[in-house]
């Protein structure tokens, strides 16, 4: 085993007992939350040593990062994730390899989405990513659509050609009230999750949590957690 692929298995080992802590405390299975490994900045080596692992999901959120590591990385079993903000311009390109964005916060990407898909001819699994910072229709900080825009973009979702409404995602917000309150921020989320589902029963995605907040993710019910550093380790700088 390679230095770099025994670094990655211990990690992974260490997240792996960190998730499964967490649902034990929480009540749920352990199957019940997939493991995302955001893959950003590392190259398409790690992300070949993480299959070798057992990882099967894996996410970007810059697509010229992640173009070329989809490409390299295309011969293996892999389901990959667009979790940044994304541009109109970049539409194309992203669903020629992601099989789930994550961050879908407003109706011109919904249109730009779905004529991609549809030129594609591949179906593109949606999530709605939600500001909890956000009020009044404007968008988050870090992306995302108010809360009382959830059910305007699901519908818009729901009847757009080649695209697939899973849920939602949220990330933990650096303003507002829930500011620090991550578990409070989740347990949000997860009420808005529920009114989603009494519409779009099939919308049961809720991708929260990631490296420093993954315990309060699933003690919320999220079912995927979006992990990097605790999984890839913090890069050195450039420059």
């Known amino acids: 085993m390679t230095d770099r692929?025994?670094?990655?298995?211990?990690?992974?080992?260490?997240?792996?007992?960190r998730i499964a802590s967490s649902c034990a405390a929480a009540g749920r299975g352990r199957e019940e939350v997939t493991l995302i490994?955001?893959?950003k900045t590392y190259p398409a080596s790690d992300v070949r040593i993480l299959h070798e692992l057992g990882?099967?999901?894996?996410?970007?959120n810059r697509d010229q990062d992640a173009s070329p590591k989809a490409a390299a990385c295309a011969d293996l079993s892999l389901t990959w994730h667009f979790?940044?903000?994304?541009?109109?311009?970049k539409v194309r390109?992203?669903?020629?390899?992601?099989?789930?964005?994550?961050?879908?916060?407003?109706?011109?990407?919904?249109?730009?989405?779905?004529?991609?898909?549809?030129?594609?001819?591949?179906?593109?699994?949606?999530?709605i990513q939600v500001a909890l910072d956000a009020e009044g229709g404007e968008r988050g900080e870090r992306g995302g659509v108010a809360p009382e825009g959830v059910e305007e973009l699901a519908a818009a979702i729901g009847a757009a050609p080649g695209l697939r409404l899973d849920g939602l995602m949220t990330v933990a917000p650096l303003?507002?009230?829930?500011?620090?309150?991550?578990?409070?921020?989740?347990?949000?989320?997860?009420?808005?999750?529920?009114?989603?589902r009494a519409g779009h029963p099939a919308a049961n995605m809720v991708s929260a949590g990631?490296?420093?907040?993954?315990?309060?993710?699933?003690?919320?019910?999220?079912?995927?957690v979006r992990v990097g550093t605790a999984v890839l380790g913090v890069r050195p700088r450039l420059g």
């Open 5 to 17: 692929k025994a670094e990655l298995a211990a990690n992974l080992a260490q997240v792996e007992e």
């Open 37 to 39: 490994v955001v893959t």
């Open 55 to 60: 990882v099967r999901h894996v996410a970007e």
């Open 83 to 89: 979790v940044g903000q994304l541009q109109t311009n």
């Open 93 to 127: 390109s992203v669903t020629s390899y992601a099989d789930v964005v994550q961050s879908v916060d407003r109706a011109k990407l919904v249109t730009a989405l779905s004529a991609a898909a549809v030129r594609e001819e591949r179906g593109l699994g949606c999530l």
């Open 175 to 196: 303003a507002g009230e829930y500011t620090g309150r991550q578990r409070a921020a989740f347990d949000r989320l997860m009420e808005i999750s529920s009114r989603l």
């Open 210 to 224: 990631m490296s420093g907040d993954l315990e309060d993710a699933v003690a919320a019910g999220a079912t995927h």
